[in-house]
């Protein structure tokens, strides 16, 4: 090595190697996403082919088409993900051909990396540690060639999302390319592999072989229950340690419980409040712990609260409808609660898709003359479909069309696939944090109630997620008034003029802030907007007692189009949202009267058995 301005010949021929690998890389990362054709069997010296027995394979089912990186002979050992038919290649623009890109900018890329090469070469063996967390430890910093290998990555991963946007074209294609090369960039790290893995070598070391022993237990473990373990699943249990606000189900159908909750205030509002939640989750979100549940946080502030809690789908749901969803759940638990408390009105909430479907039921009722809500909250929701962030690059015509025959005849969509393609939304937190964790370093993920309610999954019925794909994620109709018939009525938002609470977190990669916001525009009636620090979950889980994080409050008279203006003129409050959306309620709660002695109304709302209720411990 030479510490000289100018490489050596062999170097030079070094960086050649080098350019060369990137362009095969770059190959390899297009090869990867035409669709099913381009999955990759893993090879017979592979080290994680057991691993990969219980990873989703080629066309299997995976809710938006993720097209993912397979293992290739370059990174042996890699998880093979769906490489998904339908989808469309991720490299190619909305009118099928390849992408281009502009030669100058390629020419200005090459130029860089040349230099980057020269600096990291003349670095020598005092390559400086890499301030990527993933290497972070000092057995990558003390093991030259670890270091090196690891800078290496990160030249070649900056490189190739360069790469990525030099391409030319609309905003959808670039934003699939880059998305695309991302994951490849994120699965093949040095880090996701033993044979590169400093800190996991240095342990198997320090252990005497018990880290990998023990990581061959873990994944063992995982293969045997389906999916990556992110936390200590065998700590928690739904009833007992979580979900465990004091309640009762009082009315039950094929989709859906509902729970009514013990008061715990000598006094109630007189106006019952009624949560429903994601189809696509399960309840208890709201309701983890005492110290941050949503639940029993409505339950202190005075209010008879009432929770959707549904039923997790098997084949005899397989040809539900969201329109059923819509009737026969969300209506039909307006109907009950209604019936049980005797209340003209109730307030509802509706969260993340609960909150599309609780709005599609307002709809529904409006176009009926009917007004038995008196005010909802939105919380992290879609209705109009326009910014649905990073989600909008699995959607198009061919996948739809793919997913509508697929579930022609009825099917479920496994809850596991859901999962998978949520998690790969942050694959370096969600998927290959524990990859290295569980397997390379042998640990045991410490319990957390948060992530053992994420990886209890949900199936969704084949019709009713086709629906929704279509005529929301792809064409948008729900708020394009009259375009879409539910229950049989035509969908106008401008005849729902209750007030509106809405609120979306600002780091949210699910439902972005301009999405939920954009139900500003949707609503006629009073509203007021708030928006939350931190993302889809943290965000709206974010109890007051903890006094963490912050909110922003705006004006409660002017929402001008454009989120951005908005958030310019808002005012930074610290810690909860809870607290101004409990005073935001409180008026619209009604008088004070007795609290309930007894749940449920008479014979026909009598207490079933206690919550949380067996629907929400069904697993898919």
Same mark, same amino acid.
């Given at each position: 090595?030479?510490?000289?301005?100018?490489?050596?010949?062999?170097?030079?021929?070094?960086?050649?190697?080098?350019?060369?690998?990137?362009?095969?890389?770059?190959?390899?990362?297009?090869?990867?996403?035409?669709?099913?054709?381009?999955?990759?069997?893993?090879?017979?010296?592979?080290?994680?082919?057991?691993?990969? +027995?219980?990873?989703?394979?080629?066309?299997?089912?995976?809710?938006?088409?993720?097209?993912?990186?397979?293992?290739?002979?370059?990174?042996?050992?890699?998880?093979?993900? =769906?490489?998904?038919?339908?989808?469309?290649?991720?490299? %190619?623009?909305?009118?099928?051909?390849?992408?281009? @890109? *502009?030669? +100058?900018?390629?020419?200005?890329?090459?130029?860089?990396?040349? %230099?980057?090469? !020269?600096?990291?070469?003349?670095?020598?063996?005092?390559?400086?540690?890499?301030?990527? &967390? &993933?290497?972070?430890? *000092? +057995?990558?910093?003390?093991?030259?060639?670890?270091?090196?290998?690891?800078?290496?990555?990160?030249?070649?991963?900056?490189?190739?999302?360069?790469?990525?946007?030099?391409?030319?074209?609309?905003?959808?294609?670039?934003?699939?390319? #880059?998305?695309?090369?991302?994951?490849?960039?994120?699965?093949?790290?040095?880090?996701?592999?033993?044979?590169?893995?400093?800190?996991?070598?240095?342990?198997?070391?320090?252990?005497?072989?018990?880290?990998?022993?023990?990581?061959?237990?873990?994944?063992?473990?995982?293969?045997?229950?389906?999916?990556?373990?992110?936390?200590?699943?065998?700590?928690?249990?739904?009833?007992?340690?979580?979900?465990? !606000?004091?309640?009762?189900?009082?009315?039950?159908?094929?989709?859906?419980?509902?729970?009514?909750?013990? =008061?715990?205030?000598?006094?109630?509002?007189?106006?019952?409040?009624?949560?429903?939640?994601?189809?696509?989750?399960?309840?208890?979100?709201?309701?983890?712990?005492?110290?941050?549940?949503?639940?029993?946080?409505?339950?202190?502030?005075?209010? #008879?609260?009432?929770?959707?809690?549904? #039923?997790?789908?098997?084949?005899?749901?397989?040809?539900?409808?969201?329109?059923?969803?819509?009737?026969? +759940?969300?209506?039909?638990?307006?109907?009950?609660?209604?019936?049980?408390?005797?209340?003209?009105?109730?307030?509802?909430?509706?969260?993340?898709?609960?909150?599309?479907?609780?709005?599609?039921?307002?709809?529904?009722?409006?176009? &009926?003359?009917?007004?038995?809500?008196?005010?909802?909250?939105?919380?992290?929701?879609?209705?109009?479909?326009?910014?649905?962030?990073?989600?909008?690059?699995?959607?198009?015509? $061919?996948?739809?069309?793919?997913?509508?025959?697929?579930?022609?005849?009825?099917?479920?969509?496994?809850?596991?696939?859901?999962?998978?393609?949520?998690?790969?939304?942050? =694959?370096?937190?969600?998927?290959? $944090?524990?990859?290295?964790?569980?397997?390379?370093?042998?640990?045991?993920?410490?319990?957390?109630?948060?992530?053992?309610?994420?990886?209890?999954?949900?199936?969704?019925?084949?019709?009713?997620?086709?629906?929704?794909?279509?005529?929301?994620?792809?064409?948008?109709?729900?708020?394009?008034?009259?375009?879409?018939?539910?229950?049989?009525?035509?969908?106008?938002?401008?005849?729902?003029?209750?007030?509106?609470?809405?609120?979306?977190?600002?780091?949210?990669?699910?439902?972005?802030?301009?999405?939920?916001?954009?139900?500003?525009?949707? @609503?006629?009636?009073?509203?007021?907007?708030?928006?939350?620090?931190?993302?889809?979950?943290?965000?709206?889980?974010?109890?007051?007692?903890?006094? %963490?994080?912050?909110?922003?409050?705006?004006?409660?008279?002017?929402?001008?189009?454009?989120?951005?203006?908005?958030?310019?003129?808002?005012?930074?409050?610290?810690?909860?949202?809870?607290?101004?959306?409990?005073?935001?309620?409180?008026?619209?709660?009604?008088?004070?009267?007795?609290?309930?002695?007894?749940?449920?109304?008479?014979?026909?709302?009598?207490?079933?058995?206690?919550?949380?209720?067996?629907?929400?411990?069904?697993?898919?």
């Amino acid at each position: 090595m030479t510490s000289g301005k100018t490489p050596p010949t062999d170097w030079l021929e070094t960086a050649n190697a080098f350019q060369q690998n990137l362009i095969q890389q770059w190959t390899q990362v297009a090869q990867a996403f035409p669709g099913a054709a381009a999955h990759a069997q893993p090879g017979a010296t592979d080290p994680f082919a057991a691993f990969k +027995a219980f990873m989703p394979q080629a066309g299997a089912a995976n809710p938006f088409g993720m097209a993912m990186p397979t293992a290739g002979a370059a990174f042996p050992g890699m998880p093979a993900m =769906p490489a998904m038919p339908g989808m469309g290649d991720m490299f %190619k623009n909305a009118s099928g051909q390849q992408v281009s @890109f *502009d030669p +100058a900018k390629l020419l200005e890329i090459q130029n860089q990396y040349l %230099k980057d090469v !020269t600096g990291l070469w003349n670095q020598g063996p005092n390559v400086q540690p890499a301030s990527d &967390r &993933r290497f972070a430890s *000092d +057995a990558w910093a003390s093991n030259p060639m670890a270091a090196f290998s690891a800078a290496a990555y990160l030249l070649n991963a900056r490189t190739l999302m360069a790469l990525a946007d030099a391409v030319q074209g609309d905003a959808k294609t670039r934003t699939r390319v #880059r998305f695309a090369v991302q994951q490849w960039i994120d699965a093949s790290a040095p880090s996701n592999f033993l044979a590169f893995n400093a800190e996991a070598q240095k342990k198997a070391i320090d252990t005497q072989g018990e880290s990998i022993a023990k990581g061959m237990a873990n994944l063992l473990h995982d293969m045997k229950q389906g999916h990556v373990s992110m936390t200590d699943e065998s700590v928690f249990e739904v009833g007992k340690n979580v979900a465990t !606000t004091e309640g009762a189900v009082v009315f039950e159908n094929e989709l859906f419980q509902l729970i009514e909750y013990k =008061p715990l205030t000598p006094k109630v509002f007189d106006r019952p409040f009624l949560l429903v939640p994601p189809c696509i989750n399960k309840f208890y979100i709201l309701d983890l712990q005492p110290e941050n549940s949503l639940i029993r946080y409505c339950v202190e502030q005075g209010h #008879r609260t009432f929770v959707v809690s549904w #039923r997790n789908p098997d084949e005899s749901l397989a040809k539900a409808t969201w329109d059923q969803y819509i009737e026969d +759940a969300v209506i039909k638990a307006i109907d009950v609660t209604q019936d049980i408390t005797g209340a003209e009105t109730i307030n509802a909430l509706g969260f993340c898709v609960g909150g599309t479907m609780l709005g599609t039921a307002l709809a529904v009722l409006a176009a &009926r003359g009917e007004e038995p809500v008196n005010c909802a909250t939105f919380l992290t929701t879609l209705l109009d479909f326009t910014d649905t962030g990073i989600l909008d690059v699995f959607i198009d015509e $061919n996948f739809v069309k793919y997913r509508e025959m697929q579930f022609a005849e009825g099917g479920l969509m496994p809850g596991r696939d859901l999962a998978t393609t949520f998690s790969f939304l942050r =694959p370096n937190d969600l998927v290959w $944090n524990y990859v290295v964790g569980n397997y390379l370093k042998g640990e045991t993920p410490p319990p957390f109630d948060l992530l053992y309610w994420n990886s209890d999954s949900t199936n969704l019925p084949g019709p009713y997620y086709t629906r929704y794909l279509r005529q929301m994620y792809l064409e948008n109709n729900l708020v394009k008034p009259g375009k879409m018939t539910v229950c049989g009525e035509k969908i106008d938002f401008r005849q729902v003029k209750l007030p509106v609470y809405i609120y979306g977190s600002r780091e949210d990669h699910i439902v972005p802030i301009g999405g939920a916001y954009a139900s500003t525009q949707v @609503f006629p009636g009073k509203k007021r907007f708030v928006m939350g620090a931190s993302g889809h979950i943290a965000g709206v889980i974010n109890p007051a007692s903890k006094k %963490k994080r912050s909110h922003w409050i705006g004006s409660a008279t002017q929402f001008p189009k454009d989120v951005n203006e908005w958030i310019a003129s808002a005012d930074e409050q610290p810690g909860s949202w809870w607290t101004d959306w409990a005073a935001w309620l409180k008026p619209q709660a009604g008088k004070q009267i007795a609290a309930p002695k007894t749940y449920g109304k008479g014979k026909n709302y009598t207490a079933i058995e206690p919550a949380p209720g067996r629907y929400v411990k069904a697993k898919a």
